[in-house]
């Protein structure tokens, strides 16, 4: 059986590569001639395209609960980071977004072409206190121009079962611009694991939980809650 499964992996990405290289190449030519919120729903479509093609190579569905929750207002949004699964799921459905990441993925070639385009938030994890620094005025500023924030505070991918350490980074931004936090929690490691190749059916569930007011909160607390709502939730998948 895991034979079956690579084999449909290597389907899944001689798919994958070239919706990346073609979406990214454009987004960064044509792109630059059409306005931000258009622009980025239109290089999102490969993070649809590649992952209704994982669903029919690797057998790997989602089922979401909470997309009711999602403010109107800006956000920051705190999600588990498992794989590479929720980056595309969720830079495509909280759109517009824009994503805390390395700075070292802006250098991938075509694939970090076309997320520059998206406005990201590109830190340097070497340098923690210059990095809050960053997250908080170039978040605010994002926030101010009407874009959600991502953030996955556990900073990379954690296997699936583990627990990483959970930065405060995303809840000083809510608190210190007063937009509110949206916890996402989700078992993608279970089917696309993180840091390994071979993908396996099955459904990875998505729950987006209530947006919690981060008035007058403390960044530690308002973090361990985000992390206790998050951890608990996985666990009772």
């Given at each position: 059986m895991?034979?079956?499964?690579?084999?449909?992996?290597?389907?899944?990405?001689?798919?994958?590569?070239?919706?990346?290289?073609?979406?990214?190449v454009?987004?960064?030519?044509?792109?630059?001639f059409?306005?931000?919120?258009?622009?980025?729903?239109?290089?999102?479509?490969?993070?649809a395209?590649?992952?209704?093609?994982?669903?029919?190579?690797?057998?790997?569905?989602?089922?979401?609960?909470?997309?009711?929750?999602?403010?109107?207002?800006?956000?920051?949004?705190?999600?588990?980071h498992?794989?590479?699964?929720?980056?595309?799921?969720?830079?495509?459905?909280?759109?517009?977004?824009?994503?805390?990441?390395?700075?070292?993925?802006?250098?991938?070639?075509?694939?970090?072409?076309?997320?520059?385009?998206?406005?990201?938030?590109?830190?340097?994890?070497?340098?923690?206190?210059?990095?809050?620094?960053?997250?908080?005025?170039?978040?605010?500023?994002?926030?101010?121009?009407?874009?959600?924030?991502?953030?996955?505070?556990?900073?990379?991918?954690?296997d699936?079962?583990?627990?990483g350490?959970?930065?405060?980074?995303?809840?000083?931004?809510?608190?210190?611009?007063?937009?509110a936090?949206?916890?996402?929690?989700?078992?993608?490691?279970?089917?696309?694991?993180?840091?390994?190749?071979?993908?396996?059916?099955?459904?990875?569930?998505?729950?987006?939980?209530?947006?919690?007011?981060?008035?007058?909160?403390?960044?530690?607390?308002?973090?361990?809650?985000?992390?206790?709502?998050?951890?608990?939730?996985?666990?009772?998948?």
């Amino acid at each position: 059986m895991n034979f079956v499964y690579a084999l449909r992996t290597i389907i899944f990405y001689c798919v994958y590569s070239p919706t990346i290289i073609i979406f990214s190449v454009l987004g960064c030519t044509v792109g630059l001639f059409i306005p931000y919120r258009p622009r980025q729903t239109f290089i999102t479509t490969a993070n649809a395209i590649v992952l209704w093609w994982l669903k029919l190579t690797c057998g790997i569905k989602v089922n979401v609960e909470g997309l009711d929750n999602v403010p109107k207002q800006p956000f920051v949004a705190l999600s588990k980071h498992q794989s590479g699964w929720e980056t595309f799921f969720l830079q495509r459905t909280l759109r517009p977004v824009s994503t805390i990441l390395k700075k070292e993925l802006l250098k991938v070639p075509f694939f970090g072409w076309g997320l520059a385009m998206t406005r990201p938030i590109a830190i340097d994890r070497s340098n923690p206190k210059q990095a809050l620094r960053e997250v908080i005025s170039q978040g605010k500023q994002r926030l101010e121009e009407g874009n959600n924030i991502l953030i996955f505070p556990e900073g990379t991918r954690i296997d699936y079962g583990e627990i990483g350490n959970y930065s405060r980074s995303g809840t000083s931004l809510a608190i210190s611009s007063g937009a509110a936090v949206l916890p996402i929690a989700h078992n993608a490691g279970s089917c696309w694991p993180a840091h390994r190749f071979v993908k396996t059916p099955g459904t990875i569930h998505v729950i987006i939980g209530k947006p919690i007011d981060s008035t007058g909160r403390k960044s530690k607390e308002l973090t361990d809650e985000v992390k206790d709502w998050i951890e608990t939730t996985i666990e009772a998948l």
